[in-house]
């Protein structure tokens, strides 16, 4: 029986990851670390709170009193760190709360891997390290060696963190494996992203806020596809190693908005062109060749059928997007969207 640490366990992938090691696997078990911020929602986990393989613990990863209490107690075999604050908007406005977590909270989980000996430290990082790609190259695409050149509070936090796992693979030798996704997709993600923003905003015909002229590109990946690149890294990865994830994608953010309208038989004119973010990257694209030749991942749902089924997925849990937009939402979507 293997044991694995989910931090981030209550988040979007998070959620998604221990959802689909505990389909897959019986001889799993998975303890969960969830500092529960306003991304973090129990009711995310409720179909798995009963299960006899699954344990969830409310910790900060940044504590590291607990986190080595619980490393001691528990003998992990592979730690998957999900655990960030991962929204760009508000690294911009609250930079601080993006250094603790995303870099220090990962020095404390790899310091206690080394105390514990875990086998597998896993870092979940992100395709936003490499800054962004010009719009009129669309043959260029992130490969494991280009540059790191951040761009966001979020992104430069990640690089940090990144960073990091590497010094610590070859200073201690912790054995550690990185992966860098591109955006991702799908049920339990949090409505202030652009994708459920939008199905929800849609839903109440509210307007639907579209920053600068919608011409910026993200490279969207289901997130079932995700997890199981990841569980395929933990399992057979090479120690020391980075993994582009992306499944080829690209598309402008004007159109992904368009195809939430016409999915959901709403007027185009809820577009509202709104200031734009600062920084924005303007073109995100992962090219997956090493993932895909050493270890023969392939990401199985695309992007028309997985909009479909996220939307469907919004139509059927309003009672979840419903809990999870309380009254902190409220505040947060009127300073971000009220001036614009
Ligand atoms: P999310 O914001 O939905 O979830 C993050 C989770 O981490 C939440 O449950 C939150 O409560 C928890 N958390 C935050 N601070 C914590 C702390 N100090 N201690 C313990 N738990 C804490 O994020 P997500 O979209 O699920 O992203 C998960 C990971 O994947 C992040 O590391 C992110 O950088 C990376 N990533 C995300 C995407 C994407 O498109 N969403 C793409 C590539 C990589
Ligand atoms: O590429 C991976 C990254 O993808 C992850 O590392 C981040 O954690 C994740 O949040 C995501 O970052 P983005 O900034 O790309 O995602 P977001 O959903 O915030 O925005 C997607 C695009 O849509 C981006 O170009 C900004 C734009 N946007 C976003 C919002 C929230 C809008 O036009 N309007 C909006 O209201």
Redesign the pocket.
């Known amino acids: 029986m293997k044991k694995l640490l989910v931090t981030g366990g209550a988040g979007f992938i998070g959620a998604n990851f221990v959802y689909y090691i505990l389909n897959k696997y019986q001889d799993r078990q998975v303890v969960c670390i969830d500092k529960l911020t306003y991304a973090g929602n129990l009711e995310t986990l409720k179909g798995v709170m009963d299960n006899p393989n699954f344990k969830f613990v409310k910790a900060d990863i940044t504590d590291r009193e607990t986190v080595f209490k619980l490393f001691e107690e528990e003998k992990f075999d592979a730690v998957i760190n999900f655990a960030a604050e ?4 508000r690294s911009i406005v609250e930079p601080e709360v993006f250094l603790k977590t995303n870099i220090l909270g990962t020095q404390v989980l790899l310091d206690a891997t080394n105390k514990y000996n875990v086998p597998r430290y896993h870092q979940v990082s ?3 390290v490499y800054g962004d790609l010009p719009l009129d190259r669309p043959d260029l695409f992130f490969t494991e060696d280009t540059p790191i050149h951040t761009s966001s509070p ?1 992104s430069a936090s ?1 690089a940090s963190a990144d960073l990091l796992v590497l010094a610590y693979y070859r200073t201690y030798k912790t054995p550690v494996t990185i992966s860098r ?4 997709y799908g049920p339990y993600h949090f409505p ?4 459920p ?1 939008m199905i929800v905003n849609a839903l109440h015909d509210k307007a639907l ?3 600068g002229e ?1 011409i ?1 590109v ?1 490279d969207w990946l289901y997130v079932e596809d995700h997890c199981k690149a990841i569980d395929m890294i933990v399992n057979d990865g090479t120690v020391g190693e980075i993994y582009n994830i992306g499944g080829h994608n690209e598309r402008q ?1 004007i159109e992904v908005v368009k195809t939430i309208i016409k999915a959901l038989g709403k007027d185009e004119s809820l577009i509202k062109y709104v200031t734009d ?1 600062p920084g ?2 303007r073109r ?1 694209a992962i090219d997956p060749t090493k993932i895909r030749t050493e270890l023969g991942w392939y990401p199985e749902t695309d992007f028309d059928t997985g909009i479909q089924k996220t939307i469907d997925w919004y139509l059927e849990n309003r009672e979840w997007w419903q809990n999870v937009m309380d009254g902190s939402y409220q505040e947060y979507y009127e300073k971000m969207y009220g001036n614009k």
């Open positions: 991962s929204h760009v908007d992100t395709d936003e979020y990640k996704c591109s955006n991702n202030e992203k652009l994708i923003l806020p579209v920053y919608g910026n993200r953010n973010r924005h990257d995100y």
